[in-house]
């Protein structure tokens, strides 16, 4: 069974961070691309950050600067590392794992259940 856990969401005032992790299991960690989405209300999930299993990074244009994705294989955990946040950074985030590869335009084949991210203004 695969399991993505995701923890670390919470509420904070614009301009502070948040970390975000993501511990898994029941995948082979290394082999697989790892990411993050997110949903805001009323819109549809879109990719955020993406780690391949070399280590290149991908970001959504509006992140960029701002967030940081990182990957440790000898704990199977990723993490999302959130500065400067803005209340449309609010939505919730979801941790994913390729299955093995994530590709653009393509659903990744494994998701966690998502953590709250809040940004008051």
């Known amino acids: 069974q695969v399991l993505l856990v995701e923890s670390g969401g919470g509420l904070v005032q614009a301009g502070g961070s948040l970390r975000l992790s993501c511990t898994t299991s029941?995948?082979?960690?290394?082999?697989?691309?790892m990411g993050w989405y997110r949903q805001a209300p009323g819109k549809e999930r879109e990719m955020v950050a993406v780690?391949?299993?070399?280590?290149?990074?991908r970001y959504e244009d509006s992140v960029k600067g701002r967030f940081t994705i990182s990957r440790d294989s000898a704990k199977n955990t990723v993490y999302l590392q959130m500065n400067s946040l803005k209340p449309e950074d609010v939505g919730v985030y979801f941790c994913?794992?390729?299955?093995?590869?994530?590709?653009?335009?393509?659903?990744?084949?494994?998701w966690g259940q998502g953590t709250q991210v809040t940004v008051s203004s």
């Open positions: 780690i391949t299993t070399q280590g290149r990074t």
């Open positions: 994913v794992a390729g299955g093995p590869t994530i590709q653009i335009g393509v659903r990744p084949r494994y």
């Open positions: 029941g995948i082979i960690f290394r082999t697989n691309d």
